[in-house]
Nanobody, 126 residues
Framework: QVQMVESGGGLVQTGGSLRLSCIVSGTTFDGYAMGWFRQAPGKEREGVSCINWSSGKTLYSDSVKDRFFVSRDNAKNTVYLEIDNLEPEDTATYYC???????????????????WGQGTQVTVSS
């Protein structure tokens, strides 16, 4: 059973930075796609970044490119999302997700993912 636990959210001021973590357990991760999503109140869940555990291939949505950076630490079974120059529009609950048998690819569509964490709240004050 794949389990994921996010952490690292909080209240920060505009222009600040955060690093979100997603600790993954319950499987070996070869070929897994790992995605980061966010959902603000009243809005649809949005894919912001992803990484393939094996290949390291990454993708970013246009709305966060150059401010969001995804990485993984194989030894710690952890995927990170570093967010720089935070904006009030980044306020949302952030989720990590996992999908097996993804080859060398990853996805920004929530419909491609089977496993989800519980989310961590990021609030950016202006």
């Amino acid at each position: 059973q794949v389990q994921m636990v996010e952490s690292g959210g909080g209240l920060v001021q505009t222009g600040g930075s955060l690093r979100l973590s997603c600790i993954v357990s319950g499987t070996t991760f070869d070929g897994y796609a790992m995605g980061w999503f966010r959902q603000a109140p009243g809005k649809e869940r949005e894919g912001v970044s992803c990484i393939n555990w094996s290949s390291g291939k990454t993708l970013y949505s246009d709305s966060v490119k150059d401010r969001f950076f995804v990485s993984r630490d194989n030894a710690k079974n952890t995927v990170y999302l570093e967010i720089d120059n935070l904006e009030p529009e980044d306020t949302a609950t952030y989720y990590c997700a996992a999908e097996s048998q993804s080859g060398t690819w990853c996805y920004l569509s929530q419909y491609e993912y089977t496993y989800w964490g519980q989310g961590t709240q990021v609030t950016v004050s202006s």
